[in-house]
């Protein structure tokens, strides 16, 4: 099995895998991933930014240098690690007015957090207003020596990483309040309806080898049905959780959600189509017309030319439910509809005058103190806590079931919850309550009208946790509560936080309004 090659290709360049200590420098930069040019936000200057990579048990150090000089965009930055628990680590979570306050231009600031007990498929973003739907993305894969599919598979490394973004050719602050994207992007390369036809990503294999491919959402808004022409593809990861084999023929994956899965190179030596259909349509076109949406699996040995494989109706589609752990299946409690010990339902709406999203009646509008800093400051209580209506406060080594009805606005949305990963015992689309062996991830598709998703965790991580939509237009219009867990235990200790962590408000809060 091959893991950890030392280069990255996109954009015909090659850039150095980075971790588990690297500078992350945050600049703009003029690209053209789908042949439009526009400055964007960018980790190392590229879209997606570096693969970040590290062992299972690694301490991971990864100064942010913001340089961002492009008023158009927001210039101050925060960075979350999405999928890691952050055990003990609260406040390198990332989330802007939640954990931390954002990091200033000609500023840095060092995360510092350690993956004891993760091993999979990760990524990170910007987690400040709607700044990573400007390219402020990249993946980050944390490999086990002691990997239970290692035997499945022959080939694991940064060739066999695949992200998919939406893409957009306005500054988020300035596209609107739910903006369509210009198109789809597979590697970093697309095309859109009516733009050039720019060279698309190709996935190289060997016939007759075994790979693990890891399929990253970067994506703002859509979700996007994944197939691979002539293929198909046993899931055995989501989310950083190792799964039991499925073989499916297609794979819908929402924003934020990972999927790790083999592909045998079996196939004819030939042109493939790589296939990422958005459920809402790029500039108001949903089909694979030009390359559009995709991308190209090559055999070695094939022509360097496009495919002309058709694509074949799916008749083993990835259906959620039919995920389950691999190792201690089960959800935490008892199993029954009473088995958990704090239940919250978490009721979404749209106010259509407001033009913002609420849960349980309150929008989160982001304090001007962070949330951890309220309470390292000694204010533990739910209706004290800032933003009013939109926290709640949650004790120690219980286990918790919430509860979220599908069908507001906007649907489907997936709920993102930070530093932990939960067992989704009633899934969208589905009826039933599966208590015994449920899929364990980090984010969930609440589904359309009708759905009740109903997930359990257990409180075993003090900290104040965002639970938020990841389509990120919503969360930046109220689509978020943060879930206080344990405040009484979540307490101040040497160099945690550092201080630099307390620096970082009274510099942002004295920022000029260009610089924010």
Request: charged share 15%; glycine share 8%; with cysteine.
């Amino acid at each position: 099995m091959r893991i950890l090659v030392s280069t990255l290709a996109f954009f015909g360049v090659t850039y150095a895998a980075i971790g588990p200590v690297a500078d992350l420098h945050i600049v703009n930069r003029n690209i053209a991933p789908d042949g439009f040019n526009r400055s964007a936000v960018l980790a190392g200057g590229t879209h997606p930014g570096p693969l970040i990579t590290g062992f299972k048990g690694d301490r991971f150090l990864l100064n942010v240098i913001d340089e961002l000089t492009d008023t158009s965009m927001l210039r101050s930055t925060s960075i979350h690690w999405h999928g890691f628990f952050q055990h003990g680590s609260s406040w390198a979570d990332g989330p802007a007015f939640v954990t931390q306050c954002p990091i200033a231009p000609s500023h840095s600031f060092q995360y510092d957090f350690s993956a004891a007990d993760q091993a999979g498929t990760f990524w990170y973003h910007s987690h400040l207003s709607t700044q990573y739907c400007d390219g402020l993305t990249g993946a980050f894969v944390v490999y086990d020596p002691d990997d239970p599919h290692k035997s499945r598979y022959d080939i694991d490394d940064e060739s066999t990483v695949i992200t998919l973004s939406d893409w957009y050719h306005l500054p988020a602050k300035s596209a609107g309040l739910v903006p369509t994207p210009a198109s789809t992007l597979i590697n970093g390369k697309g095309r859109y309806a009516g733009g050039p036809a720019i060279p698309l990503t190709v996935i190289s294999v060997n016939p007759g080898s075994r790979y693990r491919f890891r399929l990253v959402s970067l994506s703002c808004n859509p979700n996007f049905v994944f197939s691979i022409d002539g293929h198909t593809m046993t899931v055995i990861e989501a989310d950083g959780v190792s799964t039991e084999p499925l073989v499916v023929d297609s794979i819908q994956i929402f924003a934020g959600q990972r999927y790790s899965f083999v592909l045998t190179a079996d196939r004819p030596v030939g042109n493939y189509w790589v296939r990422a259909k958005p459920n809402r349509p790029n500039f108001g076109e949903d089909s694979f017309n030009g390359g559009i949406n995709s991308a190209i699996l090559r055999y070695a040995g094939a022509a360097e030319a496009d495919p002309t494989t058709t694509q074949g109706t799916s008749t083993a589609p990835l259906v959620e439910a039919n995920l389950h752990p691999l190792s201690n299946p089960g959800a935490p409690g008892d199993p029954g509809p009473d088995g958990a010990d704090v239940g919250l339902n978490l009721a979404m709406a749209f106010d259509a005058t407001k033009l913002m999203f609420t849960i349980n009646g309150a929008s989160f509008i982001p304090p001007t103190a962070p949330v951890l800093l309220q309470i390292l400051s000694g204010t533990k209580a739910a209706q004290d806590l800032l933003p009013e209506g939109n926290v709640y406060t949650l004790p120690p080594n219980q286990v918790i079931e919430l509860s979220i009805p599908g069908g507001a606005p906007g649907s489907p949305h997936p709920f993102h919850l930070h530093g932990h990963v939960f067992d989704v015992v009633r899934s969208a689309g589905s009826s039933v309550y599966n208590y015994v062996n449920p899929v364990r991830r980090d984010v969930v598709s609440t589904g359309l009208a009708g759905d009740n998703v109903t997930i359990r965790f257990t409180t075993d991580n003090p900290g104040p946790w965002i639970l938020h939509c990841h389509i990120d237009w919503h969360l930046e219009i109220g689509l978020a509560v943060v879930l206080a867990e344990a405040p009484n235990e979540t307490i101040r200790a040497p160099d945690n936080p550092p201080p630099a962590w307390d620096q970082l408000c009274p510099i942002y809060d004295a920022l000029p309004p260009d610089e924010l």
